[in-house]
């Protein structure tokens, strides 16, 4: 059995063995990963290997797939701990499915997985942090309701130079009275 979340319109759910010969050519593909992410590729063989030692879901860093109603892979997301010292969990992700981008697939999914993660996990915090250039991903966060916080200088180095990164957080309380407001429209109508 699969672990899955299922939303509206697409579903987020762990890898499988079998999505591996399709989601190796998607992670290595610059053009597909997009211009913000760090501009590094992994042989096939050490992502297989990887795989089969944790199924690339373990407590430092947990990757899934954003899957459509067909279960075809269209992106991937991860969490994983950034900062040692925090009680927080960095998300990340990236739409293959470049005709599908703009329509808030993303900004579902990190929903999805935001709300999973306050739901499972004693924590306290969750951060996204973009290039300060990916305006796409900026207004995903806002969308999520995150935060902006503040700019990391020079904090990622992405197709030959360090880039700026911006970084939002969502709070476990700004999330639950998120969720209270949103069910108490549903009863009112």
């Not at 899934?64 to 892979?73: A, G, P, Q, S």
């Not at 990391?152 to 700026?164: H, P, T, Y």
Request: aromatic share 8%; proline share 2%.
């Amino acid at each position: 059995m699969t672990f899955m979340i299922e939303g509206s319109a697409i579903s987020i759910r762990h890898v499988r063995k079998s999505d591996l010969i399709k989601l190796i050519p998607l992670m290595n593909n610059l053009q597909m990963r997009g211009q913000y992410l760090p501009s590094s590729i992994t042989s096939p063989d050490l992502i297989e290997k990887n795989f089969d030692a944790d199924q690339m879901s373990t407590d430092v860093k947990e990757t899934l797939l954003i899957v459509d109603k067909k279960d075809n892979i269209i992106g991937s997301l991860w969490h994983f701990k950034s900062v040692p010292y925090f009680n927080a969990r960095e998300i990340g992700y990236t739409l293959y499915a470049l005709e599908q981008r703009g329509q808030g697939i993303v900004s579902e999914a990190v929903r999805l997985l935001s709300a999973y993660l306050f739901k499972s996990r004693m924590i306290n915090r969750l951060e996204i942090r973009m290039d300060t250039n990916n305006i796409a991903s900026e207004k995903v966060a806002i969308k999520c309701g995150y935060q902006k916080e503040g700019i990391s200088r020079a904090a990622n180095f992405v197709n030959g130079k360090n880039v700026d990164m911006f970084i939002y957080s969502l709070l476990r309380n700004e999330w639950e009275c998120a969720q209270e407001k949103h069910q108490a429209s549903e009863n009112n109508n």
